[in-house]
């Protein structure tokens, strides 16, 4: 059975860094594209980041374009985002997803991060 | 950017009745390669979110069939042909056609 667990989430400081990290098993990591999507508290889904398989292509939303960088160890099969400059409005909880015929078909229970003074 | 638009926003329904979400797309999904990367998902109150639908009506592994998904083009439904407890919830779709970015619907939320 697939599973996805997330971690590295945190209280940080505007301005501040933190990587998550999602450490995936039960299939095989290095053939899937992968994806970050994030939900603020009490808000709708929105997609942060995909990674291709080999880690070779990425894609950023233009709010975290410059500040996050998605990254993949496939010998390791975990997925990293690296948040950097981080704003009040990055506070969400922060979802891993596989993607399998489209973004989603599995997903981790999240880590949440907030960014207060 | 995509924009997705569902309708109606919140949706009180009563079990065993049936139920319809629409989502209507700014511009055609379906990509040069045919395939149409519409997906519906599911959350559950403190939940991850769960895929049901992929390319419109694919359903995936495990989405009980009084779920379907229809549409084509720009206009999509996602229908419930007797609401069960275990409905309630958060529907959002979400298009894969265009990205990125990969963008989502405002959600629909599903009461009994």
């Known amino acids: 059975e697939a599973q996805l667990v997330e971690s590295g989430g945190d209280l940080v400081q505007p301005g501040g860094s933190l990587r998550l990290s999602c450490a995936v098993s039960?299939?095989?990591?290095?053939?899937?594209?992968m994806h970050w999507v994030r939900q603020a508290p009490g808000e709708g889904l929105m997609w942060v980041s995909r990674?291709?398989?080999?880690?070779?292509?990425?894609d950023y939303a233009d709010s975290v374009k410059g500040r996050f960088t998605i990254s993949r160890d496939n010998a390791k099969n975990t997925l990293y985002l690296q948040m950097n400059s981080l704003r009040a409005e990055d506070t969400a909880l922060y979802y891993c997803?596989?993607?399998?015929?489209?973004?989603?078909?599995?997903w981790g229970q999240g880590t949440l991060v907030t960014v207060s003074s | 950017d995509v924009v997705l638009t569902q309708s109606p926003l919140s949706l009180p329904v009563t079990l065993g009745q049936p139920a319809s979400i629409s989502c209507r797309s700014s511009?055609?999904?379906?990509?040069?390669?045919?395939?149409?990367?519409f997906s519906w998902f599911h959350q559950r109150p403190g939940q991850s979110p769960r895929r049901l639908f992929y390319?419109?009506?694919n359903r995936d592994s495990g989405v009980p069939d009084r779920f379907s998904g229809s549409g084509s083009g720009t206009d999509f439904t996602l229908k419930i042909s007797r609401v069960e407890a275990e409905d309630v919830g958060v529907y959002y779709c979400?298009?894969?056609?265009?990205?990125?970015?990969?963008?989502f619907g405002q959600g629909t939320k599903l009461e009994i």
């Open positions: 511009q055609s999904l379906v990509h040069s390669d045919g395939i149409t990367y």
């Open positions: 990674i291709g398989p080999d880690g070779g292509d990425t």
């Open positions: 979400m298009q894969g056609t265009h990205w990125p970015p990969y963008t």
């Open positions: 390319w419109v009506s």
């Open positions: 997803a596989r993607d399998h015929g489209s973004l989603g078909d599995c």
């Open positions: 039960g299939f095989t990591f290095s053939i899937h594209p």
